[in-house]
């Protein structure tokens, strides 16, 4: 089954310290993986991508096939990185972007 | 705003009742994907479609059903409303099809009572 954990519903940081906001996958097949984030009001949008392994606003993650985990860090957090963050899983057969069930990051001052 | 767009922003109807929700994708994009965000259950995939087309299907129900017309804004129709229908309903788009990277509307907050 194709599936994406998040076990953290909410993770709550101090302003500097380092973050690591956890996913899980499940995928039988190449995985494509994804972050998407949603600050607030406003709207879902694209963070990062695993195949591309850039860094987006201080974020990394990277994709570890053994552990089928794709855990987005933050060596520093800053209070603007609050908000709520989703792991994503691409299905090329299907063509369904599954997503885990999301983590609020709050990064406090 | 080109990006993409919902209406209506909230609706609030009583149980075995009708409604549809409209999306207007970004210009130029022609993929429609429509999702449902709950509690519960997360952000789920309903369905998507490609230039008019129906082209990947997720957990949507019987009671569900979607279209998108040739001016390529999409409409979802949700019918026999129950409590549990009340979420979050997401539009996205995208200019190819099956795309990961996807285009997110406002969404349209659902309340069944």
């Known amino acids: 089954a194709q599936r994406v954990t998040q076990p953290e519903k909410l993770l709550s940081v101090f302003k500097g310290a380092p973050v690591e906001l956890k996913c899980n996958y499940s995928y039988s097949g190449s995985p494509e993986l994804f972050w998407y984030v949603q600050y607030s009001r406003q709207r879902l949008q694209l963070l990062l991508r695993h195949i591309s392994r850039e860094s987006i606003k201080g974020f990394t993650a990277d994709l570890n096939k053994g552990e089928t985990s794709f855990h987005l860090k933050k060596p520093f957090a800053q209070e603007e990185d609050s908000a709520m963050y989703y792991c994503a899983l691409y299905s090329g057969n299907t063509g369904k972007l599954i997503f885990g069930q999301g983590t609020t990051l709050q990064v406090k001052p | 705003d080109s990006g993409v767009t919902q209406t209506p922003k909230h609706l609030i109807t009583a149980t075995g009742q009708r409604v549809t929700l409209r999306c207007s994708p970004r210009?130029?994009?022609?993929?429609v994907y429509w999702y449902q965000q709950s509690l519960d259950q997360g952000l789920q995939f309903l369905i998507q479609?490609?230039?008019?087309?129906?082209?990947a299907k997720g957990n949507i129900l019987e009671r569900f059903s979607a279209q998108q017309f040739p001016d390529l804004h999409s409409e979802l129709n949700l019918s026999s409303l129950e409590l549990g229908d009340s979420a979050l309903y997401f539009c996205?788009?995208?200019?190819?099809?099956?795309?990961?990277?996807?285009?997110f509307g406002p969404g349209t907050r659902l309340t069944v009572l």
């Open positions: 210009s130029g994009d022609l993929s």
């Open positions: 479609y490609y230039n008019g087309e129906e082209r």
């Open positions: 996205a788009s995208s200019f190819r099809d099956r795309d990961y990277e996807q285009f």
